[in-house]
T-cell receptor, first 112, second 113 residues
Framework: TQLLEQSPQFLSIQEGENLTVYCNSSSVFSSLQWYRQEPGEGPVLLVTVVTGGEVKKLKRLTFQFGDARKDSSLHITAAQPGDTGLYLCAGSFSGNTGKLIFGQGTTLQVKP | NAGVTQTPKFQVLKTGQSMTLQCAQDMNHNSMYWYRQDPGMGLRLIYYSASEGTTDKGEVPNGYNVSRLNKREFSLRLESAAPSQTSVYFC????????????FGQGTRLTVV
């Protein structure tokens, strides 16, 4: 059982649709990050959220950190084929342990 | 900048063979990580090193050992490879702890037959 549960695991939508990906845990995180991974490459950071309730926007992507710092969501507005990829959430624990764990990932396919 | 460099990129092993995956970063980062990636499982943490001289177990450490050789290098060793260790392995590093970005290597695709 992974500490970070992502849903859905797979999502196939048409260009222009909106979508939300969820990342949930029973653990409290000091910060949560979202990464995007292309085939054959390592993940690349999209955003870091730190404060409970925090909302960050990156163009058409909106990230939210839950009030209790146990969950997060990624919302994409008007998805484009270029958004296709694997989206991963990652959590860091309090106490500066250095430990960084990832969720199972959400594979997004946006069809033109 | 090279960033995080992993070697080799591909490897095929027979069951029971041993090998070491090498990872080096040139960003003067304190923390280094080894993950494995399997379909539908995301990235699972094998071992990490929060700073030079320390290593800690992650979520799936069984069957692996690590060495933080110096600040730049963090190696992952499979003493007796098993088919269940067939996976893509990623090394990552970051400068501090909770707020900073982790930078990843290109991955090593390992097949154990």
């Amino acid at each position: 059982t992974q500490l970070l549960e992502q849903s859905p695991q797979f999502l196939s939508i048409q260009e222009g649709e909106n979508l939300t990906v969820y990342c949930n845990s029973s653990s409290v995180f000091s910060s949560l990050q979202w990464y995007r991974q292309e085939p054959g490459e390592g993940p690349v950071l999209l955003v870091t959220v730190v404060t409970g309730g925090e909302v960050k926007k990156l163009k058409r992507l909106t990230f939210q950190f839950g009030d209790a710092r146990k969950d997060s969501s990624l919302h994409i507005t008007a998805a484009q084929p270029g958004d296709t990829g694997l989206y991963l959430c990652a959590g860091s624990f309090s106490g500066n342990t250095g430990k960084l764990i990832f969720g199972q990932g959400t594979t997004l396919q946006v069809k033109p | 900048n090279a960033g995080v460099t992993q070697t080799p990129k591909f490897q095929v092993l027979k069951t029971g063979q041993s090998m070491t995956l090498q990872c080096a970063q040139d960003m003067n980062h304190n923390s280094m990580y080894w993950y494995r990636q399997d379909p539908g499982m995301g990235l699972r943490l094998i071992y990490y090193s929060a700073s030079e001289g320390t290593t800690d177990k992650g979520e799936v450490p069984n069957g692996y050992n690590v060495s933080r050789l110096n600040k730049r290098e963090f190696s992952l060793r499979l003493e007796s490879a098993a088919p269940s260790q067939t996976s893509v392995y990623f090394c990552a590093s970051r400068s501090g702890y909770n707020l900073v970005e982790a930078f990843f290597g290109q991955g090593t695709r390992l097949t154990v037959v």
